[in-house]
C-alpha cells in the first residue's frame, strides 16, 4: 500500500473538504504517518473513514472529526499543550508540529512506551509522554495554554479545566443524549464557557471521563 498517496487522499476528501483551512494542520496530517501508530495487522485500515479502535479504550478519530478538534482548539505556535489521552502518540505528533511543547498522558505503560518510542523515531524532541491518569492531568507541568482531549466525554474535566491558563482553551467532544459534538471550553478567571461546534460521529467515552452511573434499586 502507498501509505503516502493515502496520507494525500486522507486530507483531499477527509480534511479539506470539511472547513479545515489550516494550512499547518493539513501539512501536519499529510506528513506524519498514521499507520505507524496503530498494529501492523491493521496498517491499510490506518486511512479508512471512520473511528478505529487498536487497542483497549483507545481509538484512531475519523480523519475530519479529529482535524476540526484541533482547528478548534486555535494551537499558536508559542503554546503549551496537554494531550490527556495519548495512546499510541498519533494526536501527540500532530500538536506537536503546531505547539511550543507537548506533554502527553497515557494511563497504560505499554501504550505510554509505544508511544514515546513512536515520538522518538519521527524526531520530536518537543513532545514528552508521561504515565497517569488522563482525567488527573497533569499539574505540576501546567498551567496550559491548549488542553486536547482525543476522544468523547460524558462530563466536564473540572480538573483539567483548572489547569489551563487564563484565556486558555479545552477541546474535545462532549457527548450528551447520544450525540457527540466537538467544542472548546475557555477560561475566564474561575469560570469556563462551552462553545459547540461541530457534530462528530465518536460514541466511544474514554475511560475516566464517563457520566456516573444513577444508583437503581
Keep these: 500500500m502507498n501509505y ?75 503554546d ?51 504515565t497517569g491518569e488522563p482525567w488527573n492531568g497533569a499539574p505540576k507541568q501546567g498551567p496550559f495554554d491548549v488542553i486536547f482531549i482525543g476522544g468523547a466525554i460524558e462530563r466536564r474535566p473540572d480538573t483539567l479545566l483548572e489547569q489551563l491558563t487564563e484565556g486558555g482553551r479545552l477541546a474535545a467532544l462532549v457527548r450528551d443524549g447520544g450525540v457527540s459534538r466537538g467544542g472548546v471550553f475557555v477560561r475566564s478567571g474561575s469560570a469556563f464557557s462551552f462553545t459547540p461546534m461541530f457534530d462528530a460521529a465518536s460514541s466511544a467515552v474514554l475511560a475516566g471521563f464517563e457520566k456516573p452511573k444513577a444508583f437503581v434499586f
Design 4 to 78: 503516502e498517496a493515502a496520507r494525500r487522499h486522507m486530507v483531499e476528501s477527509q480534511v479539506r473538504p470539511n472547513d479545515v483551512t489550516d494550512l499547518r494542520i493539513q501539512h501536519a496530517m499529510e506528513t506524519i504517518p498514521r499507520e505507524i501508530f496503530v498494529p501492523a495487522e491493521m496498517r491499510e485500515q490506518a486511512y479508512v473513514e471512520q473511528e478505529l479502535r487498536y487497542a483497549e479504550g483507545r481509538w484512531l478519530l475519523r480523519a475530519r472529526d479529529f482535524a476540526k478538534l484541533v482547528a478548534a482548539a486555535e494551537i499558536r505556535a508559542d
Design 80 to 130: 503549551v499543550v496537554l494531550n490527556a489521552v495519548c495512546g499510541t502518540g498519533y494526536s501527540t505528533a500532530i500538536l506537536a508540529m503546531l505547539a511550543e511543547m507537548v506533554v502527553s498522558l497515557e494511563s497504560d505503560d505499554d501504550l505510554a512506551a509505544v508511544a514515546q518510542e513512536n515520538l522518538n523515531e519521527l524526531g520530536f524532541s518537543n513532545a514528552a509522554v508521561l
